[in-house]
């Protein structure tokens, strides 16, 4: 049992996942921190007062940052700009062990300076930056993959998988945990699973004018549902990835599992999901964040296949 | 030898992070709970303190957790955000930002800013901890952009979502009130 275990985390594997995934992480990351920029909010939305929003500088706690450079817009400059180097190297791939414990060192910095603007994506997202920063996601798509090639040296055929596994396991306790820490009726039928319905007349969260989804609240009754079968259901994920991974695996369910591509399904169900989110609701990052992560889902030959087609599209004809 | 220290490590890290996001029940949720359960669901809490604990500075450091809380209550009582700004201590209030109200939209692109609103959205029924820099923060803004006024108050107003999506209304009852005078914040 142990053996196997060692086994399952000793894999190798190509590494289009974890180079997709490294790039879209990186480039979410990079857009939160351009929007800020672009509205004006840098250094404020982090600076201490009177300044910005950055309360914790002069609190009983400061963050090492303030600690060390002391609590001022100077020092929140620099500490944005190290941030948004670092998600650009991530995104090149270019000394992306290093880029990537700078990026998670930089933004935990900035968001212990104003933890209010901190969200669960935010995260999610340092969680997945600092898997990466044990990772060869640089391998392909990268400029250290260009260097390593136009030197001469063969570029690594596989790389370690678990770093894609860990965070596939990572983003499936994501959901399962959300479903877990759901208490309020509405999520529920006891509450008539009005949940989504309430977010949506939220002025607070609601994309468009509160009152809008009257006319489709049974749409919104359904997408509660959905959204609680998805999230509980999301520890399926593992079992369908191992059903897919050979064929002949769990006898006549994972004949159906693979012949109805119902991790695909599952899997579109959650994009779904997140964009309908996206066009409701005013999130910021939320949806593009959990969707960048979406690649651990998937085998290096399903990447490139994906990427593949894309590229085809986009060609001119 | 390094297959199964690192098989070692990823086992720690995951039963650590298990451990520290276990859902830790309110009161309330503890309430409705079966007996048995409930003694269960309780020691949660202890549970979590002594197991994990001790990797506890992990996540302080890094901002990170392992608890994830997305949407969890929705709850029909809400608040409203209501920004205003006036001319001297005897002029009215002048609505200046209200969120999804076109005719005051001041700063609206700045204030909806998941960062800015994170400053500005209560937790539950409690303001943000941030609450009071974030008024600092607001009305030095409006005191820049509108030389004629000389005070900014931001209060929340009580909102209560109405059944089947159909919109909210207003309580006319303001909680959460703050005042920023010009000659105290103003840059």
């Known amino acids: 049992m142990i053996a196997r275990w060692v086994a399952f985390w ?19 990351i990079l857009a939160d921190l351009a929007t800020a920029l672009a509205l004006g909010l840098v250094p404020e939305a982090w600076a201490p007062p009177p300044y910005g929003l950055g309360w914790t500088a002069f609190g009983s706690a400061p963050p090492l940052a303030g600690r060390l450079f002391g609590a001022t817009r100077g020092t929140v400059l620099a500490l944005y700009v190290t941030a948004v180097l670092a998600a650009v190297a991530l ?60 030197r001469g040296r063969a570029a690594p055929v596989e790389i370690p998988a678990w770093p894609r596994l860990l965070l596939f396991a990572q983003v499936v306790w994501v ?28 002025p607070h969260y609601t994309r468009f004018a509160p009152g809008w989804v009257e006319p489709v609240y049974v749409f919104t009754q359904f997408g509660t549902a959905l959204t609680m079968a998805f ?29 109805f591509h119902v991790r695909f399904l599952w899997l579109g169900l959650g994009a779904m999901l997140h964009l309908s989110i996206a066009l409701s609701m005013r999130l910021g990052i939320f949806s593009f964040g959990m ?19 894309v590229r085809c599209l986009l060609q001119p004809r | 030898m390094w297959a199964r220290l690192r098989a070692a490590l990823i086992t720690l890290a995951m039963v650590v992070g298990l451990i520290s996001g276990l859902p830790v029940p309110g009161e309330k949720d503890l309430a409705r709970l079966p007996a048995p359960l409930r003694s269960l669901a309780s020691a949660i809490g202890p549970f979590q303190r002594v197991f994990a604990g001790p990797f506890q500075f992990i996540g302080d450091w890094l901002f990170i957790g ?29 609505v200046l930002y209200r969120p999804h ?32 820099a974030f008024v600092t923060f607001i009305a030095r803004r409006i005191f820049a952009e509108k030389r004629e006024l000389s005070e900014v108050r931001v209060r929340l107003e009580a909102i209560k979502i109405r059944p089947r999506g159909a919109g909210f209304d207003p309580t006319g009852e303001f909680s959460f009130e703050l005042v920023r005078a010009r000659r105290d914040v103003a840059p």
């Open chain 1, 91 to 150: 995104a090149l791939g270019a000394s992306s062990r290093a880029s990537a414990c700078v990026l998670a060192l930089a933004t935990s910095q900035l968001a212990r300076l104003a933890p209010d603007g901190e969200r669960a994506i935010d995260m999610l997202l340092r969680i997945a930056v600092l898997v990466l920063a044990f990772s060869r996601a640089d391998a392909c798509w990268s400029v250290a993959a260009w260097w390593r090639t136009r």
């Open chain 1, 291 to 309: 969707l960048a992560l979406y690649p651990v889902f998937l085998r290096p030959a399903e990447v490139t296949l994906l990427v593949n087609r």
């Open chain 2, 101 to 132: 109200d076109p005719e005051h939209a001041l700063f609206s692109n700045e204030l909806e800013y998941r960062r800015v609103r994170g400053a500005w959205n209560p937790r539950g029924r409690n303001p943000a901890d941030g609450y009071d």
């Open chain 1, 231 to 259: 999230e509980f259901g999301s520890p399926l994920l593992f079992l369908f990835a191992w059903l897919d991974g050979a064929p002949g695996r769990g006898g006549r369910l994972g004949e159906l599992v693979r012949r």
């Open chain 1, 10 to 28: 000793d894999r190798r594997e190509r590494p289009e996942s974890l180079a997709l995934l490294r790039m879209l992480v990186a480039l979410v």
């Open chain 2, 66 to 94: 392992q608890r994830w809380n997305l949407f969890a209550g929705a709850k029909t009582d809400r608040y409203w955000l209501t920004i205003e700004g006036r001319t001297g201590p005897n002029a009215n209030w002048k």
């Open chain 1, 175 to 202: 959901y399962s945990s959300a479903a877990h820490n759901r208490g309020g009726d509405a999520w529920w039928p006891r509450g008539q699973l009005s949940a989504i319905a309430n977010i949506l007349c939220d």
